[in-house]
């Protein structure tokens, strides 16, 4: 009935899944988890009120990754912060600027970015919100080299970059730092993160960017879930712990157990 | 608010894309494996069909900036060139199946020539031009202003002296113990902080996949909060 060598998958799975639901059912009943600062996150508000007063545009991507393949996570977790920045954006009156590498994010950033103008009572702005959403290439350097014109050209105060990125990442956030942007970047692309750290002011690292709509929501439910992923991280340290004994022990009990 | 605009339909149907890939990934049922693989073929014609909205969205993006020129400004001559090209270089690949009589383009020799020796050096330059970035990010990174930048910059220096020949040539006969320092570095403190990263980065994208399994996580269908 199972596939071979994925049991221990689907029984991590159902753990976490379970611990992510049971933290989301305690959090609806009125006990919060309490989530550490992410400065970052903080400072999104900051960056887009910054390029609202200096009348400079608020550029955001979702990197280059997809919404079919293994990065798709990432694009999720970068469209919600599209759908949180251009609700400020709405809000302040900034422009926004949203390139996009791949063509079917195009409608999807476009109705985030819609919905947002229009439920902070800007429908005429909301109206033009596919002349906001930018498609450069699908070509990973013609991407780069079009996104790294358009900072030259449009000088935006706020730069956000949060989604799946590869080797175009510090090109990105160098051209960003040298039009004194504002910057703010996270990726889970473990390779890329120092040089987002090197180059940005804040960084977001690995899972904050997945926390980041939970984060900024403040939803009770979207926040329990978060504290859900902290029991996974601590079967993960634990399985690490004892992986490590039991190997040097020469047990390979464990091993066996996670490739069954 | 009319049924197709209503946001619980997407959830509905990303929930039983979700549950169905989950069944063909570890279960032995045949129906749902194929199944999985149908729905993953829809997926790429779908992919595939949207580049036309890409094709249009330029086009229009180009035809606006060319309407909008200004008098002094000759940028707008750039769009006028991307516009000419693209047309172009979609005429050659159509050109190309209709002389070859194949489903793939690639078979002629103008669209390939124009492929290798446009695109792809290109792209090759582009890719080359982040050994600069690198280089100056890192000096900015690089600067021992606290003890963190400090460690950094130790560090970097020994992985960076550790990949170079010139490494070598300078410790001379420690050579052999600093490539020692320089395997540890990269194998013990570097390693543990990326595994680190990428075991909380997966846990991260498991937990957002049930939010958005479950509908909680609304940010991609707009709706932030």
């Known amino acids: ?260 | 608010m009319s049924f197709y605009k209503r946001k619980e339909l997407p959830i509905v149907i990303t929930a039983l894309c979700a549950l169905l890939m989950i069944c063909a990934y570890f279960f032995k049922i045949p129906e749902a494996k194929s199944a999985s693989t149908t729905v993953q073929t829809w997926m790429l014609v779908m992919v595939n069909f949207s580049v036309v909205v890409g094709f249009v969205m330029v086009i229009r993006m180009h035809k606006r900036r060319i309407d909008k020129r200004q008098p002094g400004d000759k940028s707008w001559l750039y769009s006028v060139w991307l516009i000419v090209l693209l047309i172009a270089y979609v005429l050659l690949g159509i050109y190309g199946v209709e002389s070859t009589r194949t489903a793939a383009p690639t078979n002629d020799w103008t669209f390939n020539w124009v492929f290798t020796n446009a695109l792809v050096a290109l792209d090759s330059a582009m890719y080359s031009l982040l050994a600069f970035f690198i280089a100056s990010a890192s000096f900015r990174a690089f600067k021992a202003r606290t003890k963190e930048a400090g460690v950094l910059l130790i560090s970097g220096a020994i992985t960076m002296l550790y990949n170079a020949p010139a490494g070598s040539a300078i410790f001379g006969p420690l050579a052999p113990s600093f490539n020692d320092l320089g395997d540890w570095i990269l194998n013990v403190p570097n390693m543990a902080g990326f595994r680190g990263i990428l075991i909380g980065a997966a846990v991260g994208a498991i937990s957002l996949g049930i939010r958005v399994l479950t509908g909680r996580e609304r940010g991609y269908l707009g709706a932030g909060e």
Not at chain 1, 55 to 61: E, Q, T
Not at chain 1, 97 to 105: E, G, L
Not at chain 1, 144 to 155: D, H, N, S, V, W
Request: proline share 5%; charged share 15%; aromatic share 8%.
């Open chain 1, 1 to 260: 009935m199972l596939e071979t060598g994925r049991v221990a998958q689907l029984f991590f799975l159902i753990v976490i899944c379970a611990a992510v639901v049971y933290f989301v059912e305690t959090a609806r009943r009125g006990k919060l988890p309490k989530l550490r600062k992410v400065p970052g996150l903080d400072a999104v508000e900051e960056a887009v009120g910054r390029a609202t007063e200096m009348a400079r545009p608020v550029v955001i991507s979702t990197g280059i990754g997809g919404l079919t393949d293994v990065t798709a996570p990432q694009t999720v977790a970068g469209l919600s912060m599209v759908g949180y920045v251009a609700r400020l954006c709405a809000r302040y009156g900034a422009e926004l600027i949203a390139p996009a590498r791949q063509p079917y994010v195009i409608p999807v950033e476009t109705e985030i970015i819609q919905t947002a103008f229009n439920e902070e009572g800007k429908p005429e702005e909301a109206a033009r919100a596919s002349e906001m959403v930018h498609y450069l290439s699908d070509s990973q350097f013609g991407y780069t080299i079009a996104y790294l014109g358009l900072l030259q050209r449009r000088k935006p105060a706020a730069h956000l970059m949060i989604g799946g990125y590869w080797a175009e990442s510090l090109q990105l956030a160098e051209v960003g730092f040298n039009v004194n942007a504002i910057q703010i970047a996270g990726t889970a692309n473990t390779h890329q993160i120092p040089f987002f750290v090197a180059a940005c002011d804040y960084a977001l690292i690995g899972e904050e960017i997945y926390a980041a709509g939970a984060y900024l929501s403040k939803d009770p439910v979207q926040v329990g879930s978060v504290a859900g992923q902290d029991v996974g991280k601590a079967i993960a340290l634990v399985l690490i712990v004892v992986g490590i004994l039991l190997t040097a022990a020469g047990i390979p009990v464990l091993t066996t157990l996670l490739r069954s």
